[in-house]
């Protein structure tokens, strides 16, 4: 969880490679939050006082572990969270990680991970599944909003609108992109077997995905 704000019963979440960094940044900035809500670090805030040890990437297991909210709470609060497609995710996750680490990140090297029979999703650090920000004790969270990524920019200017506020467009953020960052759709550059590997192995994770999307997603 990113941003826990008691003022407004809300608490929206941030699953990993979602696109959920300029949404977190731009509902910080924009003045809605009480003095007594939390938020998460991050770089373009830094100026700003975040609360310690609330990380980015948690679940509502590790906030509701950590006490930063009650069980009443929880169950009381609108729960929103960043969604993205798995295949996606993953494939995301891949480039930006392998960069980190400067290790191969090509297009022939994540062919040759996937073809080798090897890959897994922990292979690839997500921190935690997608699916795990929208249960809570094996069930989906009730008061649950899932945002895909193409409607980031709507949902903050809708939640800036209702609560109070001013949207004040984030400063670049502090990622530096490489040329595979900007390829075209996977459909494009994996054949056929490769989208049926990545298929099977996010099989449990895309059945979630468009189940929560057709339940619980933001609608403008």
């Known amino acids: 969880m990113a941003i826990i704000s008691h003022k407004h019963k809300l608490i929206i979440a941030r699953p990993t490679k979602t696109g959920s960094s ?21 770089d373009v805030l830094k100026h700003l006082p975040f609360t310690p040890k609330l990380y980015w990437h948690w679940t509502p297991h590790n906030i509701l572990r950590k006490r930063y909210v009650t069980e009443e709470q ?8 960043t969604i993205r497609h798995p295949i996606e995710r993953y494939i995301s ?6 960069y980190l680490r400067k290790s191969s990140n090509s297009v022939n090297s994540f062919k040759a991970l996937i073809r080798s029979k090897k890959a897994a999703i922990h292979d690839i650090s997500l921190g935690s599944k997608q ?3 929208f249960k ?3 069930e989906f969270i009730k008061k649950l909003t899932v945002v895909p990524t193409h409607k980031i920019n709507v949902c903050v200017l809708d939640l800036i609108n209702t609560y109070g506020g001013t949207y004040k467009e984030p400063q670049q953020l502090k990622t530096q992109m490489k040329p595979e960052w900007a390829k075209p759709h996977y459909s494009t550059w994996l054949n ?3 989208i049926k590997i990545l298929k ?5 994770e895309i059945e979630i995905y468009y189940h929560v999307r057709a339940n619980n997603e933001y609608q403008f």
């Open 136 to 138: 809570h004790h094996g």
């Open 200 to 204: 099977a192995l996010l099989m449990e």
């Open 22 to 42: 300029s949404f977190h940044a731009s509902i910080v900035l924009s003045g809605m939050l009480g003095e007594q809500d939390l938020f998460s670090k991050l």
């Open 93 to 98: 996750a891949f480039f930006f990680l392998t």
């Open 192 to 194: 056929s077997s490769d």
């Open 131 to 133: 699916s795990e920000y």
């Open 74 to 81: 929880f169950n009381d609060y609108e729960i929103i969270a």
